[in-house]
């Protein structure tokens, strides 16, 4: 069965670092993989998805980037964290496009 | 009008009771309904998939997609306290390329199943 990791569970940041979140995935490969935000009355945002290896294709222009460096590898990254950024971030994946997404526990990030 | 209309609640019913969850839609283009449950501080666990009108049952939840009224439901019979979660339903379209499918959430709706 196919299973996704996500790390760490809770986060605590200062404004103006760096970030990392990791995800991976088990069980299947080539997966579609995204990072969603999910903000308290906002529902959830799509930041990154990735089709492949090397292919991010970005939804909203922010202060974050993502990377796929291994096929069921997917890093949500940042230069420079703002106060703005904090929130529930959630990594998903999905075996196509048509297919339903099926969601790691989170990262719940506070920046201070 | 926004695309996805969802009830934010909050839900509260009593243990054993029918539960109703539902949510409206403006775009007839979408093809894919799912329903999601998430547990605080967890991520959302899909619960339910469908992609044509009609009712679709598993267990003691039950997905109705009425596409002619756009609206689906989300049915939970013998409502247990184990219930308790924010519902999430989800739709999704091919977009105007034709090579990606635009998934759009409802905020959710929050329900408490008391005993």
């Known amino acids: 069965s196919q299973t996704i990791h996500q790390w760490p569970a809770t986060l605590v940041q200062p404004v103006g670092s760096p970030l990392s979140l990791e995800c991976t995935v088990e069980?299947?490969?080539?997966?579609?993989l995204y990072w969603y935000r999910q903000a308290a009355g906002r529902g959830l945002q799509l930041l990154f998805y990735?089709?492949?290896?090397?292919?991010i294709s970005s939804e909203v222009p922010q202060n974050l980037s993502a990377s796929r460096p291994q096929d069921r590898q997917f890093i949500l990254s940042s230069k420079k964290l703002l106060l703005s950024d904090s929130g529930f971030y959630l990594c998903?994946?999905?075996?196509?496009?048509?297919?339903?997404?099926?969601f790691g526990n989170g990262t719940r990030l506070t920046v201070t | 009008q926004k695309e996805v209309e969802q009830d934010p609640g909050p839900l509260s019913v009593p243990e054993g009771a029918i539960v109703s969850l539902n949510c409206t839609y403006s775009?007839?283009?979408?093809?894919?309904f799912m329903w999601y449950r998430q547990y605080s501080r967890k991520g959302p666990e899909l619960l339910m998939y469908?992609?044509?009108?009609g009712n679709k049952e598993d267990g003691r939840f039950t997905a109705q997609v009425d596409k002619s009224s756009k609206y689906i439901s989300l049915f939970i019979r013998d409502s247990q306290p184990s219930d308790s979660a924010t519902y999430l339903c989800?739709?999704?379209?091919?977009?105007?390329?034709?090579?990606?499918?635009?998934?759009?959430f409802g905020k959710g709706t929050l329900l408490t199943v008391n005993p």
């Open positions: 069980g299947t490969s080539n997966p579609n």
């Open positions: 989800a739709m999704s379209l091919r977009d105007s390329g034709g090579s990606n499918y635009k998934l759009t």
């Open positions: 469908t992609y044509s009108s």
């Open positions: 990735s089709v492949g290896i090397g292919q």
């Open positions: 998903a994946w999905s075996y196509s496009y048509n297919s339903p997404l099926h």
């Open positions: 775009n007839s283009a979408f093809q894919y």
